[in-house]
């Protein structure tokens, strides 16, 4: 990550401020998206995406550290106007149709706000959320795109960073984080359905252990969720389970249920790492599983690809590049 370092004599002249600084950092990815669903329909596309982060913070006398986040992204199938995903929920292929007078698919995001101080930190407006945050939800990053994430799993049922829209920013998200040695405790909360959730972390020994709980107005957000990763002989190794609301019941396009993931990430080499992971859910026709590879190329740049036949028995899976800056 680039850093741009604003100590300059107009800082100097503000009365409080000890220091401040502005950083730029992300990614670019292109490559290609295969799809295949259970009816034989398939088709290949091209997929990209590029992101710029901006973080700025000040520091006070006190030690008080305030700052904001926010992002630029455009992704190849950003428009101006939105996208729905069509009867097969996937963004980017031929069932998909344009929603006019939909918002721009470029442009800065919602921002996030924090103060901060020792393993202390508040949050405000488009938050991290806690679910999302919690050890053991994302344990691997399968393939170039990620694949529908289906190996995540509370499964997106809680508030979250968006990257292209207000996320909770437009529902007055806030949110708080402590940390100290081995252990870690989030707390959000939200407008959108009422949801007020938390986790509790702790490492031990190499093992990290985690469990969240929700409360909220929708029958199919999580309820709670655990996780426990660690190491086992070559293959850094993850399982988790969440109870994502009442079984039977859907809301839009989800349903209720429990879920179990089983993931592991294995280096094969000194360049290279294999993902795998295996999920099952009570709202899955069939049990999900995939597979795939990260080869770095120095420098940033590293190709990826990945294959993966999802819960409703379609097969996706992609190929191509991915540079950070």
């Known amino acids: 990550m680039k850093k741009v370092l604003f100590a300059t004599t107009a800082l100097v002249a503000t009365a409080g401020v000890a220091a401040a600084d502005v950083t730029f950092g992300g990614y670019g990815r292109f490559g290609v998206l295969y799809q295949e669903t259970d009816n034989g329909d398939d ?11 901006i973080d700025a913070t000040a520091e006070s006398d006190m030690g008080v550290t305030f700052g904001a986040r926010a992002r630029i992204q455009q992704n190849n199938s950003d428009t101006q106007q939105s996208i729905d995903d069509g009867p097969n929920g996937i963004l980017g292929d031929a069932d998909d149709f344009a929603v006019a007078n939909g918002p721009a698919g470029t442009g800065i995001n919602g921002v996030r706000f924090f103060a901060r101080t020792g393993g202390f930190e508040v949050g405000v407006g488009n938050i991290y959320g806690a679910l999302e945050s919690m050890p053991g939800q994302y344990p691997i990053d399968l393939g170039l795109t990620g694949l529908s994430y289906e190996y995540t799993a509370y499964d997106s049922r809680g508030d979250a960073y968006s990257s292209g829209g207000d996320g909770a920013a437009g529902s007055n998200g806030v949110e708080v984080l402590y940390s100290m040695g081995d252990l870690a405790v989030h707390i959000s909360a939200s407008d959108t359905n009422d949801r007020v959730a938390g986790y509790v972390a702790y490492t031990y020994n190499g093992f990290t252990f985690a469990a969240g709980v929700q409360d909220s107005d929708s029958a199919v ?17 993850t399982l988790a389970y969440a109870d994502n609301g009442d079984e039977g019941v ?5 349903s209720g249920g429990d879920k179990w993931v089983l993931t592991a990430q294995f280096d094969i080499g000194a360049a290279t790492n294999l ?3 295996v999920a099952d859910a009570d709202y899955y026709a069939e049990t999900s599983y995939g597979i795939g590879a990260h080869h770095d190329l120095g420098g940033g740049v590293s190709l990826r690809g990945g294959v ?10 992609d190929m191509g590049v991915r540079f950070t800056f």
């Open 221 to 237: 957000d999580t309820d709670y969720t655990v996780s426990a990763s660690g190491n086992f002989g070559p293959a850094a190794v």
């Open 250 to 254: 859907t809301v839009g396009t989800k």
């Open 308 to 317: 993966i036949s999802k819960g409703d028995d379609t097969i996706r899976a």
């Open 43 to 53: 088709e290949t596309n091209v997929t990209s995406r590029f992101r710029l982060q």
């Open 275 to 277: 993902d795998v992971y």
